[in-house]
């Protein structure tokens, strides 16, 4: 095993929404490069909580890289510098002894700050509640393949719905646009006939509520894509605004 | 009407506007340079004031370029509306400026269209403005038919009346607004030369970046197509259309030093 690592963290503090925050400086001393992020969190907060210091809370829960809950902007880099990785699964074997780390929350009107590295997500509840669903008929369970769907189409349907709703894409956009999850999740019913029912209500209703939480227009500088930690694709967002304008022009 | 203001004022809607606008705009370059083109031929100008009087003169050309006037100020004021909403998007920025790998035109089109806009306001007052008020000095041509010579003959503002062509014994008479001397002055200006080369190379990234765009906005990123688009907006509006237009203030500016 290689050596431990000793750190600087310039860490976000905020004390709540209402009151300014600002950068404070942490020793992290003694990390072993097989820690993920969070778990090297944990460690300074477990010193905090010894010193009787307020802790640095950050968001995270399943810690398996797919619950989308975990955030942090590391050194200007939505979930850090690994592609396709969440920053739970980021390990501190990216960073060189020595290093020294910038740690901010995702930066958004529409994603207030809570405390610290904690943002306020609800905008992209909203956006889900006002159509990312599917009107299911109850009844009995339907056979298997009983509704033909080709082969990649259903892998396009499933590499949209592989979006975990973290927001990475609106904090690496310089607009802080939605439009990357938007799409994804107007995607993943698009493609498939069990979403055809709502297919033209659910782009206008999600886009028109993606607007009303206060999200950026998209200017296609396609940072997001580079950005996902499940590599959602921009394709989609062409594909939200083909919904879209049908809906609005044609369909309606 | 009220689904129609729902729809053009979410920013899809304005985005919609932006990329159909920015394609017209695209198109009425080519046009335009076609046209322009017109200042290489050694004739002392009389196919390019002829081409500026058909543009200037023919109804349905007219009605187009009142179409043109209209989608620079929408295109322009739009994307103020819309840079404004993005930048209200995020009122506290990132201490680290983020590595995204993003193009730089992609995030610099405002900056590269005002460049553009600017140009337009001082091409638009050299030329188009001068034109319209009759500010232009006025040029007679003679052409003898049978032998193809052209003789040209400045004509005293006081000699000119309107636009002119006609044969007589033998002679094409045109008598027209001299344009192309304008332009020809004009671009012996070294400051301007240096101001076109600028304008232009601005015009060139914002359209590497924008004609592609223009089409994923429309949602016509198709698996096939799409490249087409890529390729067309790079090597054809990105590079040879800017170009093609900065050749000719550079060459009058060259073959006149």
């Known amino acids: 095993m290689s050596g431990h690592m ?34 090297m969190l944990d460690v300074v907060n477990e010193d905090l909580v010894k010193k009787t210091e307020d802790p640095i809370h950050f968001d995270h829960d399943c810690r398996e890289g797919i619950c989308g809950m975990c955030s942090l902007v590391i050194n200007g880099e939505p979930h850090g510098p690994k592609r396709a990785t969440t920053t739970c699964q980021l390990h501190m074997r990216s960073f060189a002894d020595g290093d020294t780390i910038v740690i901010e ?54 590499s949209s719905a592989e979006c975990i709703g973290c927001g990475a894409c609106v904090a690496a956009c310089k607009n802080a646009s939605a439009m990357l999850f938007v799409s994804a999740k107007i995607s993943q019913y698009a493609l498939l006939p069990q979403g055809q029912p709502e297919r033209y209500a659910r782009a206008e209703a999600m886009v028109l509520q993606m607007d009303e939480e206060g999200f950026g227009g998209c200017t296609n500088t396609y940072a997001c894509e580079a950005q996902c930690p499940k590599e959602i694709k921009v394709t989609n967002i062409a594909r939200m605004n083909r919904e879209f304008f049908n809906a609005e022009l044609i369909k309606s | ?13 304005k985005k919609l506007v932006m990329s159909l606008t920015g394609l017209f705009l695209c198109v009425f370059l080519i046009v335009h340079l076609i046209g322009n083109l017109q200042i290489f031929k050694a004739d002392d100008g009389l196919a390019f004031n002829q081409y500026a009087h058909f543009m200037t003169h023919f109804p349905p050309i007219k009605i187009i370029s009142y179409l043109l006037y209209l989608s620079i100020i929408v295109h322009s004021v739009w994307a103020l509306i819309l840079t404004r909403r993005n930048k209200a998007a995020r009122p506290i920025g990132y201490a680290i400026k983020p590595k995204d790998g993003s193009i730089w035109s992609s995030r610099n089109m405002g900056i590269l269209g005002t460049i553009i806009f600017i140009f337009i306001v001082v091409h638009m007052s050299n030329f188009w403005f001068k034109y319209h008020q009759g500010y232009t000095p006025f040029v007679e041509y003679q052409t003898n038919l049978k032998t193809g010579e052209t003789t040209t003959r400045v004509l005293d503002a006081s000699e000119f009346k309107e636009y002119v062509t006609y ?49 994923q906005t429309l949602g016509w990123n198709h698996r096939k197509y799409f490249p087409i688009a890529k390729f067309v907006g790079l090597w054809g509006f990105g590079i040879l259309i800017p170009l093609a237009y900065v050749a000719m203030p550079l060459y009058v500016f060259l073959t006149n030093l």
């Open chain 1, 105 to 158: 929350p995702w930066r958004a009107a529409a994603f207030p700050v809570v405390k610290d590295l904690v943002t306020n997500r609800s905008a992209f509840e909203r956006i889900q509640q006002a159509g990312g669903y599917v009107s299911i008929s109850t009844g009995g369970v339907p056979d298997a393949n009983e509704i033909p769907i080709p082969k990649p189409v259903a892998d396009e349907a499933f």
């Open chain 1, 6 to 39: 000793n750190l600087t963290l310039k860490v976000w503090r905020q004390k709540n929404s209402t009151t300014p925050g600002k950068f404070v400086t942490y020793k992290a001393n003694d990390i072993s490069p097989d820690m993920s992020f969070l778990e």
């Open chain 2, 1 to 13: 009407m009220s689904n129609f203001s729902k729809t053009f004022s979410s920013t899809l809607g």
């Open chain 2, 167 to 215: 044969v007589d014994n033998g002679i094409q008479i045109t008598q027209s607004e001299d344009l192309y001397k304008e332009v020809y002055t004009a671009f012996q200006q070294w400051w301007l030369v240096l101001f076109y080369v600028i304008a232009m190379a601005a015009l060139a990234f914002h359209l590497i970046h924008g004609f592609q765009s223009a089409f």
